[in-house]
């Protein structure tokens, strides 16, 4: 009984020395201070704290739900380089298997990207990045480029002009990725790429060919360089690209009632637009399990003022009347978006709307170029009717950014705002 009992308490002595061997096995993780307040996308910084795990991957770091990526990892530090988040103010929580922390609330402020074309005296692009141009492309860019930003990648699209004798003109299109050419388009059909996207670690592309140099097929979808669907779009022109799990959206705008939405290839019509003779779809948005599509519908196929109608999950509402042209809608958070040009009384402007609420306009403006919405704030971009192709960026009537020339013809064609 004695050896018995003395067994139990030499077990019961080494667990207590095992535990003081090792305090913090069963103490949470702590943070006391992170090394920078203004955070930005792709920053590398310091979390210092307690109770870390000194293997990266037993720990988790997210910032509002998004994961981080973990550089280094010790007991008292992590190094982590800050995802995309979609808030102005975020907070820190590191995880592990003892449990999790949260920092205090911190700023996360977005870079704001132009895309830019001017087009005389010289053909010259310039990315602007928080108000910093930069000239990215020099030379005979006769179409305006396209912006798409993936991580760390940007990808932009464009084109330059060939003459072939004795009287033909071409235009050629390009892919770049980070400033070098992926893909490219050559003669003799004018091709141009539209739209580009990434979708589970994979590319999407849209050409288009006018239907005047070729009659059939002459809207292809591209994944990763293999042309998977093509379309024949005999009028109009292509708008719009989606992928919601492997499904691929391609939307476009017609002069007359024809196909105008496809899927996986295949054409789809919506509600509220078999007895109409003209409709177009002109952007497509996809979020927490819902899928929005932004178009105009008119039962006179001479008019191109259109009624203004939102598709949510394919039934529709209608936004407003006499609308003209370049409408977008955007996601943010829970809150859907609007914008488009419409034909009022006094001339055509620019006209906003969230959840369906008129929000605010901008008059005298031919058309909406581009517009984004960042936590609550909505960036747009206007040209101004009297100094043509001076260009404005705003936040609601604050100016963040004007061209530096106002008698430059120049256009923004693209703001990204992560």
């Known amino acids: 009984m004695k050896k018995y009992l003395y067994f139990i308490a030499s077990i019961t002595f080494l667990s207590s020395c095992k535990l003081a061997e090792d305090p913090n096995s069963l103490v949470t993780p702590s943070i006391k201070n992170v090394s920078q307040t203004n955070l930005h996308f792709g920053d590398q910084i310091t979390i210092t704290g307690e109770n870390f795990d000194e293997i990266k991957s037993n720990n988790q770091v997210h910032l509002s739900g998004v994961e981080a990526t973990i550089v280094n990892a010790s007991k008292t530090t992590l190094t982590v380089l800050v995802p995309e988040v979609k808030v102005k103010r975020t907070t820190i929580t590191v995880k592990n298997k003892n449990g999790e922390a949260n920092s205090d609330t911190i700023r996360y402020t977005p870079d704001v990207f132009l895309a830019e074309l001017e087009r005389l005296p010289n053909s010259i692009f310039r990315l602007w990045k928080n108000g910093v141009p930069s000239v990215i492309l020099q030379g ?27 009287s033909t003109y071409r235009k050629s299109a390009k892919l770049l990725k980070n400033g070098k050419e992926i893909y490219s388009f050559n003669p003799p059909y004018s091709v141009s790429i539209r739209e580009v996207l990434v979708s589970n670690g994979d590319l999407y592309f849209t050409t288009f060919t006018s239907a005047q140099e070729l009659p059939k097929n002459n809207l292809n ?6 042309i998977i669907h093509s379309i024949t779009l005999p009028d109009g022109y292509p708008t719009d690209l989606l992928v919601v799990n492997n499904d691929v959206y391609v939307s476009a705008t017609r002069y007359y009632n024809d196909d105008y939405l496809w899927k996986n290839g295949i054409p789809m019509r919506l509600e509220g637009t078999t007895n109409v003779l003209s409709t177009g779809i002109s952007s497509m948005k996809y979020q927490n399990g819902n ?9 006179d196929p001479n008019n191109r003022v259109r009624n203004l109608v939102l598709w949510k999950n394919g039934l529709p509402t209608e936004i407003e009347k006499t609308v003209v042209a370049s409408s977008v809608v955007q996601l943010d958070v829970n809150d859907v978006y609007v914008s488009a040009t419409i034909d009022s009384i ?30 609550g704030d909505v960036y747009s971009t206007n040209q101004d ?30 703001i990204i705002v992560r």
Do not use: C, H
């Open 140 to 166: 005979d860019s006769f179409t305006f480029p396209g912006l798409y930003i993936n991580g760390n990648d940007i990808y932009i699209m464009t084109g330059e002009g060939t003459f072939i004798p004795p």
């Open 346 to 375: 006094s001339g055509f402007r620019t006209k906003f709307w969230k959840n369906g609420i008129a929000k605010g306009s901008y008059r005298d403006s031919p058309e909406s170029t581009t517009f984004t919405v960042f936590d």
């Open 291 to 299: 899928l929005y599509m932004l178009g105009g519908v008119t039962t």
């Open 221 to 226: 979808v591209y994944k990763n360089g293999t």
């Open 385 to 414: 009717t009297y100094s043509p192709f001076a260009n404005y960026m705003f936040n609601f009537k604050q100016i963040v950014v004007r061209e530096p020339s106002a008698n430059s013809f120049s256009l923004i064609s693209q």
